[in-house]
């Protein structure tokens, strides 16, 4: 009779065992299948012309998108947290982590290299940017990419940035207007660069990106796609989509003056920015999800 009582009772336990497992492989199952439609809306905002743009034009009415001519009111925005995802400069994103406590977190690279000097009244080859020193220089948003890199690639070369005579300006207007004076120099990234190319007389004299790359040993992330720090803790599965769909739009041949590029299910990406972040001292934290 106990005995009866004790195979009863050890197969009641191997059931429960078996039903415990059973929920858990199907729990495991749902968590692995991938999200395919946004909760709602995500808010983008970016500066007026950024390369990487384009892209969510091309992604559909679930991307409410607002841009920003002047870099300043792109600030406050994300200070402010008026927004979800943002596409920025690396430098500008180093800058807002700080301002907003680490309110905001890197996914990923969106645009590579394209850092430039661009300049009227200089040949095309052999401009070095060493001849800055002492000559006034138009840069295009202070701490953004292209100004740290400018002045890396400088105290690297041994030349120095303090004897450059910098104005800092804040939008493609500003840039433009600049060569209106001969012998204008200014400092900035694509897809600015190449439209400055293609006013008359004024050319890209020096491809700052390359130095870098010799220098940092690794690529310039001139723009990267950020999230707040609110969207990464309540709308995971939303950030996987919009990776997705960013993707799935750059598959779609969409071309920039930069090069485009999106890191999704890969860590080069993630190795990518903080090889860079580290190069420059940036305290940056990356999204995983």
């Excluded at 660069?193 to 006013?199: E, P, V």
């Amino acid at each position: 009779m106990q005995h009866r009582k004790l195979i009863a009772l050890l197969a009641l336990l191997l059931t429960a065992l078996l039903l415990f497992t059973a929920c858990g492989e199907e729990k495991k199952e749902k968590k692995s299948e991938e999200p395919k439609e946004l909760s709602g809306q995500i808010k983008v905002v970016a500066q007026t012309g950024t390369a990487a743009l384009s892209v969510f034009k091309n992604m559909g009415d679930n991307y409410q998108i607002k841009t920003y001519k002047k870099i300043g009111d792109l600030r406050t925005a994300i200070k402010k947290g008026k927004y979800d995802a943002a596409v920025v400069s690396a430098g500008i994103a180093a800058e807002m982590y700080g301002r907003t406590k680490k309110g905001l977190y890197e996914v990923s690279p969106v645009t590579l290299d394209g850092i430039y000097i661009v300049a009227s009244g200089y040949s095309v080859t052999g401009f070095r940017p060493s001849w800055l020193v002492n000559k006034r220089v138009k840069i295009v948003n202070k701490n953004s990419t292209a100004d740290q890199v400018c002045q890396r690639v400088m105290q690297d070369a041994g030349s120095g940035f303090s004897g450059v005579r910098v104005k800092y300006i804040n939008s493609y207007d500003a840039a433009k207007r600049a060569f209106a004076e001969w012998n204008a120099i200014v400092v900035c990234s694509e897809p600015y660069a190449a439209k400055l190319d293609k006013i008359s007389e004024v050319n890209k004299v020096y491809d700052l990106s390359a130095d870098y790359v010799n220098f940092g040993r690794t690529q310039i992330p001139t723009d990267v796609l950020i999230v707040s720090k609110k969207m990464a803790e309540e709308r995971a599965d939303d950030i996987d989509v919009m990776k997705n769909e960013y993707e799935t739009a750059l598959g779609a041949g969409i071309k920039s003056s930069a090069k485009l590029v999106f890191y999704n299910k890969t860590d080069r990406g993630i190795q990518l920015m903080r090889e860079y972040n580290k190069t420059m001292g940036n305290a940056m934290k990356y999204y995983e999800n």
